[in-house]
């Protein structure tokens, strides 16, 4: 399947705590948008640099000041950001803090006819439904106490699910989690790692036990993408059964 870098089908999120965080260039805002929108298909935003130059027309230099700042900020994680087309991800804070946009925009009160909150950018970003971040996507859960041990994961549990039952090595759950939610796969991806299993499993090593990482080093290293032999028809129909029961 051939993805569009350059002009994404899918809508751009601009939570509150970025558009008006007083910190940011506007470019870096419009920066964050169009990686947001590049994170639905596969959860991540894999553009190369030069996506992001000729669409803003900056320099590198200042796109990888921006990018900075966005990961200062906590409001993006870099992995493998070493700018290589196809091998960074870009990942996007969907779990962001709603604001009232009269605490950062910087606008005196004096200059505002009424409240501040009801005047700056948009009406009342808190009360405004049209305006309230996204929803979580469904399987999320709400947020848990840092280094709370969790039973699933945030993100599509009845996925990682499947996952972990199928995943010959059952070590450090915990870890698998954690790397599941960082991944955020989105449905396509999952099908495409659990095909990727069903083959290694299948292997000679695998097999006897050798060489099986971690879950967590799977999924953090994209382990799925190590080259094996193709399986059958009938494998990948059995793939498909455990996956979605």
Not at 9 to 21: E, H, K, Q, S, T
Not at 56 to 62: K, L, P, Y
Not at 201 to 213: F, H, L, M, Q, V
């Amino acid at each position: 399947m051939t993805v569009n870098t350059e002009k994404p089908g899918f809508f751009a999120w601009l939570p509150p705590a970025v558009r008006y965080d007083r910190e940011l260039p506007s470019t870096a805002k419009l920066l964050f948008a169009e990686i947001s929108a590049m994170t639905h298909l596969y959860g991540y935003c894999f553009a190369s640099n030069e996506h992001f130059l000729d669409l803003f027309e900056i320099s590198e230099r200042t796109l990888q000041g921006h990018l900075k700042v966005l990961e200062s900020r906590g409001y993006i994680r870099i992995e493998n950001g070493n700018g290589g087309a196809g091998r960074r991800r870009i990942y996007v804070n969907f779990n962001l803090p709603v604001q009232n946009p009269a605490e950062n925009c910087g606008v005196p009160r004096k200059k505002l006819r009424g409240d501040p909150a009801e005047n700056c950018g948009e009406n009342n970003i808190v009360n405004n439904k049209h305006n309230n971040p996204p929803k979580a996507p469904q399987g999320e859960k709400r947020a848990r106490k840092k280094n709370e041990p969790k039973d699933a994961p945030d993100w599509k549990p009845e996925r990682f699910r499947g996952f972990w039952d199928y995943y010959p090595r059952h070590t450090s759950k915990q870890a698998a989690i954690k790397a599941w939610d960082a991944l955020r796969p989105a449905d396509e991806l999952i099908d495409r790692i659990a095909e990727a299993l069903r083959r290694q499993k299948a292997t000679d090593e695998w097999s006897r036990g050798i060489g099986i990482p971690y879950a967590s080093t799977y999924l953090n290293q994209a382990r799925w993408e190590d080259e094996v032999e193709s399986p059958a028809a009938s494998d990948r129909e059995e793939v498909h059964r455990i996956w979605l029961n």
